[in-house]
Structures are given as C-alpha cells and as structure tokens.
C-alpha cells in the first residue's frame, strides 16, 4: 500500500467525525460535504510529514474552511431565510421508541436553528469544545486566537444560547395562532381583522428580483393583504430562519415566502422573498416535501 492510499484511508476513517462537525457548523449537510471535500483536497496538497497530529490538523483546516462560509455575504443575506417545516406540537413521549428517536431529532434541529443565533467565531468555539469535545488549544487553532479568546467565546456562545430570548422572535408555538389569523384574515378579506394583528407601525418589504416594494402603516398592509387572498389561501405556515412565516406553493411550485416579526399579539413587520432565483437556491420546496 503506498503512502497516499494510507493517507487517503486514514482520511476516510476521519470523514464521519469531519463530517458531524460540518454539519453542525453550517446547518447543511450539501454544505458540510463541500467543506470535508475541500478539507480532502487541503490534506492531498500539504506535506504531511510535518504534521504532528492529523486528526487535530484536520478538524482546524475544516473549521476554517467552514468558518470563510459561515462569514460570506451569502451564507449572512440568505440564512435569515433557511426554510423549516414548523414543529409539531410538542407530546410525550415516554415508553414509545419511535416516538422517542422522532423527539431527538427534532430537538437535534432545534439545536442547529438556535446555532444559528451565534456568529461565526461563537458557533465554531461552542460547537468544536460543548459538542464535540476539542481542547481549547485545537479551538484556538482553528480561529487563529488565544487558548484564552476561544474559552471565552465558548461561554459567550454558552451564555447567549441559555439566555433571554429576543422578544420578537417568540416560541414558535405561541406565534402559530397569529400566523393562522393573519392567512384567515386575507383569505376572507377582512380588514379589519387584519388591522387588528397589525401593529400601527407596522412596515411590509418585498423583493421581487427586479422590482422591490415598501409599505409603510397597517392599512397599506391590510390592504395588500386582501389583494393576495389566493397566495393566502395557498399558504403553508414555516420557519424562515427561526421566524415565523408562511409559503405560498401554487400548482406545485413555491411563488413566495413571508416572515413575520411579532412583539405581543401585533405584527411589526412582515418580509416577502419572491425573487425566483433567490427562492431556488433557498430549496424551499425541498424543505417542504414537495420537490
């Protein structure tokens, strides 16, 4: 066996765990399999004979490289619109092994949507250290800082995962029957329940792909609102980056998404994605089953 087969075995034995990292790190797993490739790639070019710890070598040239993607002005415009099916109303489920392997992996995508709360040096210092265990001076070889910089992004991250939540971006459970008002309200064309959900500041942008649209004060809204009782009717209530927002799917294809920004029972603001090309490289209808 020559010397780059070894290599590319001991790549492979690593692959698994390089790739759990990936995943975490970007929420993605067509994303995390780009970045363990490029990490492969990394590896085939370097001279190995002079790296002390391959394993550790690895995981800091896939942390950088998932670090450049997480910083990148596309990974930060289009994250806020990363499309999730809304959870089920939570149960128990006690006793029941299917039901029990079906919570886990919703409370492991729970926790992939709250990462998406840090920035980039947080994710990266929480995730290589709470999660997977890495020692600091890994971390901080990874990050290009201080043994001492990355345990203190780790309790930062630690402290803004456990802390308060942002109040207008409430439990999605809570938000669900405002969400349902809203499409009941325009799919009836009732103003004047939608004036009531409206706060009186309430702001609606849209982004077309060629044109933009602003609307400013609940009565514009409510009555853009009414106009687009088809898109209401054809609605399916989601997650858009953690918000709460609706997809607009007609005769198979998705038109359009909508995030709403919440404060109490009112709506503040209400953002529309209905840019084709945009919409596409979201995968919206993957998400949502119907590709």
């Known amino acids: 066996m020559t010397d780059a087969d070894l290599l590319a075995e001991r790549f492979q034995a690593a692959r698994p765990r390089l790739t759990a990292i990936a995943t975490r790190l970007l929420s993605s797993s067509v994303d995390a399999e780009d970045a363990v490739q490029e990490t492969w790639l ?3 070019s370097a001279d190995v004979a002079t790296i002390e710890n391959v394993d550790a070598w690895l995981t800091t040239v896939l942390s950088r490289i998932c670090l450049d993607q997480l910083r990148t002005p596309r990974r930060l415009r289009e994250r806020s619109w990363e499309v999730r099916p809304w959870p089920a109303e939570p149960r128990s489920v006690l006793g029941d092994p299917a039901a029990e392997a079906e919570q886990g992996e919703r409370v492991a995508a729970a926790l992939l949507l709250v990462l998406d709360e840090l920035r980039p040096a947080e994710r990266i210092a929480f995730v290589l250290h709470d999660v997977f265990g890495r020692p600091f001076d890994e971390v901080a070889e990874a ?3 201080s043994p001492e910089a990355a345990r203190q992004l780790a309790s930062r ?3 803004r995962l456990h802390g308060s939540t942002d109040p207008r971006r409430p439990d999605a459970h809570r938000a669900r029957p405002l969400v ?3 499409l009941q309200a325009a799919q009836q064309g009732d103003v004047t329940r939608l004036l009531a ?3 009186e500041n309430a702001t609606l942008r849209a982004d077309y792909g060629a044109t933009q649209q602003r609307l400013a004060g609940r009565q514009q809204i409510a009555e853009q609102a009414v106009l687009s009782a088809r898109l209401a009717a054809h609605s399916t209530p989601v997650l858009l980056g953690g918000r709460p927002g609706v997809a607009a799917v007609l005769s198979g294809r998705v038109v359009s998404v909508m995030a709403f920004e919440i404060e109490g029972d009112r709506i503040l603001r209400l953002d529309v994605l209905a840019d084709p090309g945009r919409l596409a490289g979201l995968r919206v209808a ?3 089953g119907i590709a």
């Open 42 to 44: 990394r590896l085939r």
């Open 143 to 145: 990050l290009g800082r």
């Open 157 to 159: 991250a630690r402290r």
């Open 180 to 182: 349902d008002a809203w």
């Open 197 to 199: 959900l409206l706060d």
């Open 286 to 288: 993957e998400a949502l």
